[in-house]
């Protein structure tokens, strides 16, 4: 097991103490920047395990099964939290439901496709809209764990909440165009083809 592969099961092996931490936040209301400190170093640990990863040729197939399925692991519990949690009531209630769904569908739908590409031996890159869309989530909710600290702090997170949501949109559209060859049935090709 290679130093990035390493660093992504840190970041699985941070989520229960993030959610333990969570689970104790009744303690005092200080505790949600326990919380929401975890949350950004398992959120930075995404960046630097692809970055090693990249810039020293450590890539292999063990980090690519187990990093998205950290990343997916590791939003869908912030979601989870913001929005059971209430982070954004005050402001507007249920957006953090509205944009947890939309979130999550999204990754489904990619992740979907992913798999039906890798039927089709087609591989589909990164996309730049991607990763931009997963800064901003991880930022978002980031910021709405420490929300509890200040109302300024709520608001923000709520204005990157809805950003994060509409890149989410964004990226998963512009997934779906550039790769719509994949959508092609094996029975079209085959007739595209002749006989």
């Known amino acids: 097991m290679n130093l990035p592969t390493k660093i992504t099961v ?33 959120g930075f640990t995404d960046f ?27 939003v869908i519990a912030g979601l989870f939290f913001v929005t059971y949690g209430g982070y954004t009531d005050f402001i507007a209630p249920y957006v953090a439901m509205i944009c947890s769904i939309i979130i999550i569908a999204r990754e489904f739908i990619i992740g979907l ?9 087609f591989v589909i890159a990164a996309d730049k809209s991607g990763k931009v869309k997963t800064v901003v989530t991880l930022s978002a909710l980031t910021t709405l764990l420490y929300s509890p600290l200040h109302e ?8 990157e909440l809805i950003l994060a949501t509409l890149l989410t949109v964004w990226s998963g559209a ?3 165009y550039k790769n719509r060859g994949v959508f092609i049935s094996r029975d079209k090709e085959e007739k595209g083809g002749g006989v």
């Open 10 to 42: 840190a970041r699985l092996a941070l989520i229960p103490l993030m959610i333990v931490a969570y689970c104790l936040q009744g303690l005092a209301f200080w505790v949600c920047a326990i919380t929401a400190s975890i949350f950004m170093i398992a």
């Open 48 to 74: 630097l395990d692809g970055y090693i990863a990249r810039k020293y040729n450590l890539v292999t197939d063990l980090g690519k099964f187990l990093d998205p399925i950290a990343d997916k692991i590791l």
């Open 113 to 121: 496709l992913r798999q039906l590409a890798a039927l089709k031996s």
């Open 152 to 159: 300024v702090i709520a608001w923000l997170g709520f204005a």
């Open 174 to 176: 512009l997934y779906l």
